[in-house]
């Protein structure tokens, strides 16, 4: 998607509310590459950008050097910068953390939303019949999101912002196998199922099974892997 269609509705938002912080700019960015906006690959142009989110070029480096801290774009010298393309290493670490944060919250979260989460499930399924993987890859993404609000932490939600927009990344390495998606469907369906009946503890082990499975499908698809 080009640059411009994909931050096509700035329109509504306000960035005089954010003083123009570089952290405002990082947050835009990275919700444009969670939504699957901005792809694994894309030059960032710091002139086009600066213009479309109306701030200096000096407050977009810094947005620049915090996503760049994050993984989420990189830096090549004399060329710009891009959309990262997370490799084996980095998807370990997005994994790592998944499964530090997510049984947690399934377990202990004392904000859980069974009937949000059920919400999301019905989505998935939907994009699913219409056979639409970028939506049922979007309803996996909100589930996830919906299971760290459980916690009621506004930390660890950032925390998994920034691994959802690492996630879409990796995902697209996914395009060549959509069915990828469409299991996952279920798979959210069922903790949904363990979660309405109270069964936090095997919900909390059944997800890292799940994390376990989709890290290592993922590694199986990367053109490096063995």
């Given amino acids: 998607m080009p640059m411009n269609a994909a931050l096509d509705d700035l329109d509504r938002l306000d960035p005089a509310a954010h003083a123009h912080t ?25 002139l086009t950008l600066a213009a479309l989110l109306g701030v200096s070029r000096n407050t977009l480096r810094e947005a620049f050097t915090v996503l760049a801290g994050e993984m989420i774009i990189t830096r090549i010298p004399n060329r710009g910068v891009f959309v990262a393309s997370p490799g084996r290493e980095e998807i370990r670490e ?71 927009a690492q996630m879409r990344l990796v ?6 196998a959509p069915d990828f998606h469409s299991h996952y469907v279920e798979l959210n369906a069922d903790l949904v199922r363990l979660l309405a009946a109270g069964e936090r503890a095997e919900a909390a082990e059944t997800l890292r099974r799940y994390l376990d499975r989709a890290e290592t499908e993922l590694l199986g698809h990367l053109p490096d892997s063995p």
């Avoid at 995902?171 to 060549?176: E, P, R, T």
């Fill in 22 to 46: 570089g952290e405002w700019v990082a947050a835009v960015l990275r919700a444009r590459i969670a939504d699957g906006k901005l792809l694994p690959g894309s030059k960032l142009s710091e």
């Fill in 94 to 164: 997005i994994y790592r953390v998944r499964r530090m944060l997510e049984p947690a919250a399934v377990l202990w979260g004392p904000e859980l939303d069974v009937d949000a989460l059920a919400d999301v499930v019905a989505d998935a399924r939907e994009a699913l019949s219409r056979g639409s993987v970028p939506e049922m890859a979007s309803a996996n993404q909100r589930f996830h999101e919906e299971l760290i609000r459980a916690t009621g932490s506004h930390g660890l939600a950032e925390i998994m912002a920034r691994v959802l």
């Fill in 171 to 176: 995902f697209h390495a996914m395009s060549g």
